[in-house]
């Protein structure tokens, strides 16, 4: 069965930078959007932001101009830059298909901490 792997979280200070890759081991990964998610103790899993076919870009305001997301067709990754990181952002983060998801997976934890 195809499964996303998150990696690339860990901890980093307020204004620090990441980026976690994620990477899928299906078939077809060109044929879909891809998109970003985070979540918190207690709280739904959120979208973050997403990148369709043709790489067109759409992110969350609390994100905007933070985060950049791409992905890599051959190699069937997807990525998510994040800069300006703030304590808020603090979740493990997630990637899949939203319009037609797959299996989650163990999602990767970014700290932003001083």
């Known amino acids: 069965q195809a499964q996303f792997v998150e990696s690339g979280g860990g901890l980093v200070q307020p204004g620090g930078s990441l980026e976690l890759s994620c990477a899928y081991s299906g078939s077809s990964f060109n044929m879909f959007t891809m998109a970003w998610y985070r979540q918190t103790p207690g709280k739904q899993r959120e979208w973050v932001a997403s990148i369709s076919r043709g790489g067109r870009t759409n992110h969350k305001d609390f994100v905007r101009g933070r985060f950049t997301n791409s992905k890599d067709n051959d190699k069937k990754m997807g990525y998510l830059q994040m800069t300006s990181l703030k304590a808020e952002d603090t979740a493990v983060y997630y990637c899949?298909?939203?319009?037609?998801?797959?299996?989650w997976g163990q999602g990767t934890q970014v700290t932003v901490s001083s």
């Open positions: 899949n298909f939203p319009n037609c998801l797959g299996p």
